[in-house]
């Protein structure tokens, strides 16, 4: 058989991802300037940034890119665009050639019956391919070489590869920090595809142990987004999700950190009977190990006990998460959805005070919260700053208290405001006397609060 038709035979079984193409994107920093190594998302916009501003409406009608797409070509589900958007991709990514990328033609890949190609996205089963051209041989012969490695590693799964799930999981729970839901949900979401497939592929008892371990952690990484973005619906899905997988993988630590995730959900649904219900169990099935999703879900207990008005729960809950706290490793005081440190416990123990209307309590506890927290954890800061502001009201400077929150929205860029934070920011304006809410400062507030017409799009969508 000819090499390439050896190559067209293991590439019908299984198109392998664009490792090169993933790489490439995760060289660059992210334009947000968090640090963080670019989105799909971010490549998507740069891509069509690129197209849109040419002079030339053919170049401008393929500027329509989105994270899926690039997840799709990533996971190899497409390999050759049109010479437009490789242009665009090399210029974004400072690529000099399209093989740098992993961008090349194949041939005889999709049946007769096969849907067409997405827009820009070339045919593949008719364009020639000549084994005399060095660059297309090249990438001929590395489509071979990765197709034998899945023949070698069927059924099992190197340590190595194992290992790069892992860090894969960590590396996103650092990124909930700082990086805005609806960019983290897209890199989750292609993550998440790419290990279905693995958990499919792989059968060996070790591996899928662990690979299930990891699911459990995506999943409950994909509640927390889903919280974050007031999404009830979805949180509320990728929850079940979450536990099956938790319960395979058969890990206390792991099963009381997806309860954790699970009871913030149901507590900024507004189910506060659930949510400490949830909360103590998680506490429960980890009694005798200090860990990060006991001491998240004392805490979260003892907002929703406050979120009720009852003290004693409260205090009780934050001791209990104090004593968690004091007890963790410090591999375990990190900055991320697997962590748990003074300034998340301070952010948490001010708004279960805000709650009780203790406002000393609460103040004392937001001054050491923002002291702590870090400028790019958007989240908790800016949940504890509103926070602050209902304690303001509480105390009656209510004009004071709306400049203060109308600054700290302001302070956000757009996708960062999305769920959650402005909920809150509607709570406090429903708290106000109706008086008040007519005043000027409540006007500017809400009118912030108010979602653009590309949120109205998204939302309808």
């Known amino acids: 058989m ?12 299984r198109k392998p991802p664009n490792h090169l193409l993933r790489e490439a994107r995760r060289r660059l920093p992210s334009p947000s300037g968090s640090g963080r190594p670019m989105s799909r998302q971010e490549l998507a916009d740069g891509v069509n940034a690129y197209l849109a501003s040419k002079d030339d409406e053919r170049y401008q009608r393929e500027a329509t890119l989105d994270a899926n797409h690039i997840g799709k070509l990533e996971r190899g589900e497409h390999r050759w665009l049109n010479d437009m958007r490789r242009e665009a991709f090399r210029h974004v990514l400072k690529a000099a050639t399209d093989a740098e990328l992993g961008f090349y033609i194949t041939r005889g890949l999709r049946p007769a019956s096969a849907e067409p190609p997405e827009p820009g996205v070339a045919s593949q089963s008719c364009v020639s391919v000549t084994a005399t051209d060095p660059a297309t041989l090249k990438l001929q012969v590395e489509l071979l070489r990765e197709g034998l490695n899945d023949a070698l590693s069927e059924g099992t799964m190197a340590e190595a590869s194992l290992d790069d799930w892992e860090r894969t999981v960590i590396r996103h729970g650092r990124a909930t920090r700082d990086r805005p839901a609806g960019v983290l949900l897209d890199d989750l979401s292609a993550d998440l595809a790419e290990l ?3 958990l499919h592929r792989h059968r060996s008892a070790s591996a899928l142990r662990r690979l299930t371990r990891v699911a459990a952690h995506m999943s409950g990484l994909m509640c927390l987004t889903f ?4 999404d009830r619906q979805a949180f509320r899905r990728w929850a079940g999700t979450a536990r099956l997988a938790a319960d395979e993988a058969g890990d206390s630590v792991t099963h009381s950190w997806i309860l954790a995730q699970q009871a913030y959900g149901h507590y900024y649904s507004g189910d506060l009977d659930e949510a400490a219900e949830v909360a103590r169990h998680a506490q429960a099935v980890v009694r005798r190990t200090p860990c990060v999703g006991a001491a998240l879900a004392a805490a979260l207990e003892a907002r929703a006990h406050a979120a009720m008005g009852s003290h004693q729960d409260t205090r009780e809950a934050l001791g209990r998460a104090e004593d968690i706290l004091s007890h963790l490793g410090a591999d375990a005081l990190i900055p991320s959805a697997f962590g748990y440190n003074e300034a998340q416990l301070r952010f948490h123990a001010g708004n279960a005070y805000t709650h009780l209307g203790d406002v000393k309590a609460a103040l004392r506890e937001q001054d050491r919260a923002l002291e702590l927290c870090m400028p790019s954890d958007y989240t908790d ?3 504890t700053r509103l926070d602050r502001a209902t304690c303001l009201i509480h105390d009656g400077v209510i004009n004071d208290a709306l400049a203060y929150a109308t600054e700290t929205m302001t302070s956000l860029i757009e996708p960062q405001r999305q769920g959650i934070i402005t909920l809150r920011g509607h709570e406090i304006l429903s708290a106000l006397p109706k008086a008040q809410q007519a005043l000027p400062a409540a006007r500017e507030l809400r009118e912030l609060l108010m979602p653009t017409p590309k949120e109205k ?5």
Do not use: F
Request: proline share 0%; charged share 40%.
């Open 381 to 383: 800061w800016a949940m």
């Open 196 to 198: 279905k497939r693995a």
């Open 227 to 230: 919280c974050k973005l007031d």
């Open 457 to 461: 799009e998204v939302e309808g969508a």
């Open 2 to 13: 000819s090499l390439v038709g050896e190559v067209e035979r293991v590439s019908e079984r």
